[in-house]
């Protein structure tokens, strides 16, 4: 009897835990999904979405103490020359002209409110990204009353870039008008870039990766055909004002991606054939996971670059565990090494490990890595000082890979502080040199 109880609650667990790791609802393809909502082919850039939220229940006697947290700036605007601005360009000449259908003169309304909201704000967080982590704050001290409870003290630390520098800001604000006894040190400089921003030799950890995306995208072949004639009530007209096609529809694809970033309705999917769509998709979804995360082909040399971040955690985590008046340690920084935290830590889906031919099957960018996309390790510990964790994705809870919990998401610290420091050691893993590297698309530079 005993046995059989046991072999029930371990199936349970194992379920528990494979909801966690659940990439899309059971049945349903990255196609699938897009089909039904066409936002969510803005991968990293999609504006933060949650789910109600809920929490399993933690072992008797256990209560949180403290969070380790690593957030993604929000949504911002373009950190390059905005699609929209080209966009709008053309279809004001076309209009000029007579030839924009109706959907083409709702691109151009939309196209325009984008160039207004995004005037002079090239790489900021926009109202949307200030108002996403201010939620994302909120629901953390709701959620986790006690551990913000009293005169307890919340460290933030930022990279340099506005984006990040604002949205540490809205975040630290929120948590103080709930309880305005916190004390908070806010702070960001170069010294911390090299741990919340370091990427350095990520193009020497993933070299081959190019050609495969390279190979990969000529596989998906465009033809613009069904996109101008949505678009244009006279597509020879069309085709003599855009002499390329094919990068007009491009930057109308990016355009699309950024529509939620600034409030405004997206009009722009509506002018694209679906599989075009999905393909802009695809290919991004490859690119994001192949040079910035767990990959069969790169991880074992791309995860290490992360070290410094995950002895940031560990060290800062030590610290509260052994009894600081610390409630929260909190970092605001980029996708690229978020991205490439979860892998290292080995978490459940957003961190595992895929083929090139594996990843939109199991790795959708639009779920994991949005704007405002976050990790928070929730520490809890009973009157003994036996302390638990469990980690959050984006506010779900999500499991670990290599280890056994105790119970459903929550492992014993002890474990998981001997998996994550030994997972990559240095004398196998080696620090890459990537001094003659410039930055990563998007990343600030030094």
């Not at 994001?288 to 800062?316: C, Q, W």
Request: proline share 4%.
């Amino acid at each position: 009897m005993k046995k059989h109880l046991l072999t029930i609650l371990s199936a349970a667990v194992i379920s528990s835990i494979a909801a966690f790791a659940q990439c899309y609802p059971e049945g349903k393809t990255a196609e699938d999904m897009i089909r039904e909502d066409l936002e969510l082919a803005g991968n990293n850039h999609l504006n933060y979405r949650y789910t109600d939220l809920s929490d399993t229940k933690a072992p008797w006697g256990y209560r949180p103490f403290y969070i380790s947290h690593y957030g993604r700036h929000g949504s911002r605007s373009d950190w390059q020359g905005e699609a929209w601005y080209r966009v709008e360009e053309t279809l004001a000449a076309a209009q000029a002209q007579g030839i924009l259908s109706e959907q083409g003169e709702k691109a151009l309304e939309c196209v325009r409110l984008m160039c207004e909201r995004s005037e002079g704000m090239r790489e900021m967080l926009t109202p949307t990204g200030a108002r996403e982590h201010a939620g994302i704050a909120e629901r953390m001290y709701k959620r986790f009353p006690r551990v913000f409870r009293g005169r307890r003290t919340v460290d933030a630390k930022s990279s340099t870039v506005q984006r990040c520098i604002v949205s540490m800001g809205s975040f630290t604000t929120s948590l103080a008008a709930r309880n305005p006894k916190l004390k908070f040190d806010i702070l960001t400089g170069q010294t911390y870039m090299d741990y919340i921003a370091h990427t350095s030799g990520y193009k020497t950890a993933t070299k081959g990766a190019s050609k495969m995306l390279s190979n990969y995208k000529k596989s998906l072949p465009r033809d613009t055909t069904a996109f101008f004639a949505v678009m244009f009530s006279d597509t020879t007209a069309a085709r003599e004002l855009i002499t390329d096609a094919y990068h007009f529809e491009s930057d109308m694809l990016q355009s699309a991606t950024y529509c939620g970033c600034f409030d405004v309705e997206n009009e722009l999917y509506k002018c694209l054939p679906f599989q075009v769509v999905y393909d802009y998709w695809s290919i991004k979804n490859h690119s994001l996971y192949l040079e910035h995360n767990n990959s069969a082909e790169f991880g074992d040399r791309r995860m290490p670059i992360s070290r410094r971040l995950v002895n940031d955690i560990i060290t800062k985590a030590d610290a509260a565990v052994a009894g600081s008046d610390r409630a929260a340690d909190l970092r605001f920084g980029h996708d690229y090494p978020l991205m490439a935290l979860s892998g290292y830590l080995d978490l459940e889906g957003v961190g595992g490990r895929y083929a090139f031919d594996e990843i939109d099957a199991n790795w959708f960018g639009s779920i994991y890595i949005c704007m405002a996309s976050n990790l928070q390790i929730v520490f809890y510990r009973n009157r003994r000082n036996d302390v638990l964790v469990k980690c959050l994705w984006n506010e779900k809870e999500v499991g670990i890979n290599g280890l056994e919990p105790v119970k459903g998401p929550y492992y014993r610290w002890s474990d998981v502080r001997d998996y994550w420091t030994n997972r990559f050691p240095e004398d196998q893993f080696p620090e890459i040199d990537g001094s003659q590297e410039g930055a990563a698309p998007g990343m600030p530079t030094k």
